[in-house]
């Protein structure tokens, strides 16, 4: 079992920045791959960034590559999606995942475990 917690959500201005951080617990937390999903109101829940339990393999969504950084701390057990030159598109829930296997999948990835999720919100 696993628990994630996120955090770091909130209200940005378009053009700013955030920083989500999910912290993994739990006795089946290891050597997980991790990611984040993101969910607006009214569409799909849809991919946004993954990394594999080195950190040295990472997927992102085609529309935040360049902007947005996932990255890990395994020390911490704790996985970070650093978020630039934010846009109102970016405005969701981002929830943090983890998988059972150590490298993510590049598509269609369908992770085991899921926190709660966080908002993040930008405004025009």
């Known amino acids: 079992q696993v628990h994630l917690v996120e955090s770091g959500g909130g209200l940005v201005q378009a053009g700013g920045s955030l920083r989500l951080s999910c912290a993994g617990s739990g006795r089946s937390f290891g050597r997980n791959a991790m990611g984040w999903f993101r969910q607006a109101p009214g569409k799909e829940r849809e991919f946004v960034a993954s990394i594999s339990w080195s950190g040295g393999l990472t997927y992102y969504e085609d529309s935040v590559k360049g902007r947005f950084t996932i990255s890990r701390d395994n020390a911490k057990n704790t996985v970070y999606l650093q978020m630039n030159s934010l846009k109102p598109a970016n405005a969701a829930i981002y929830y943090c995942?983890?998988?059972?296997?150590?490298?993510?999948?590049?598509?269609?990835?369908?992770?085991?475990?899921w926190g709660q999720g966080t908002q993040v919100t930008v405004s025009s």
């Open positions: 995942t983890a998988d059972s296997i150590v490298n993510p999948r590049p598509n269609n990835w369908a992770p085991v475990y």
